[in-house]
């Protein structure tokens, strides 16, 4: 099983500022690795997809980059809406793991 | 619109039996895989495992093979996720899941449903 793990756990973030999470595998991943968004009570929302592609009507603040083992998402200004958990995502091995997630809240 | 919409929360007893249900529309149902995902209470999200509904064919998260069985009515284009004896450990809520594209094995999870929020209690 591929082990993933995400830092930090939790981000204080002011509004307009630049963010970047980070998410590790356990072994490579090619590319294989998806991003999504979950705000309280709701259903997780895909934003980035094998590793850099932005989902549909995804704003393009949200970026993603990295490979391998190592990769990271960078949302450029955020915005009050992008308060939320991040979870990243492996899709290359079974069976499918996600890592912790980091939280991004007020400061 | 590509939808998922999930059957209602529900609360059951243990050893109680259970199936929820994923209601596909928009897209061709049984072109894409579709996935099951547990997230217990504040906790992160768990792969349960996929079902083709083109012909059933299932992989089950090795966590999860015979605690849940996984089943789809292609002819109403429905996806179920089955208990045969419920515990407590089953609170959570489910969601189901579709593959963002109709091709491969794997892939990122596109569309999801609302959630199902399952409570077991005596």
């Known amino acids: 099983e591929v082990g993933m793990t995400q830092s930090p756990a939790t981000l204080s973030v002011s509004p307009g500022e630049r963010v970047t999470l980070s998410c590790r595998a356990s072994q490579s991943i090619s590319n294989n690795l998806a991003w999504y968004q979950q705000k309280t009570g709701q259903a997780p929302r895909l934003l980035i997809y094998d590793e850099s592609s932005r989902a549909t009507g995804v704003p393009d603040r949200f970026s993603g980059t990295g490979s391998g083992t190592e990769f990271t998402l960078t949302i450029s200004s955020l915005q009050p809406e992008d308060f939320a958990v991040y979870f990243c995502?492996?899709?290359?091995?079974?069976?499918?793991?996600f890592g912790p997630g980091t939280k991004v809240d007020i400061k | 619109e590509v939808q998922l919409v999930q059957s209602g929360a529900e609360v059951k007893k243990p050893g109680e039996s259970l199936k929820i249900s994923c209601k596909a529309s928009?897209?061709?149902?049984?072109?894409?895989?579709i996935a099951w995902v547990r997230q217990m209470p504040g906790e992160g999200l768990e792969w349960m495992g996929i079902?083709?509904?083109?012909?059933?064919?299932?992989r089950y998260s090795p966590y999860f093979q015979g605690q849940v069985t996984m089943s789809v009515d292609k002819s109403i284009n429905v996806a179920y996720l089955h208990w045969n004896s419920l515990e407590a450990s089953d609170s959570a809520m489910y969601y189901c899941?579709?593959?963002?594209?109709?091709?491969?094995?794997?892939?990122?999870?596109?569309?999801w449903g609302q959630g199902t929020m399952v409570t077991v209690s005596s």
């Open positions: 928009g897209y061709s149902f049984t072109n894409f895989w």
């Open positions: 995502q492996q899709y290359n091995n079974w069976p499918v793991t």
């Open positions: 079902i083709w509904p083109g012909d059933s064919n299932i």
């Open positions: 899941a579709r593959y963002l594209r109709t091709s491969g094995n794997s892939d990122a999870f596109g569309v």
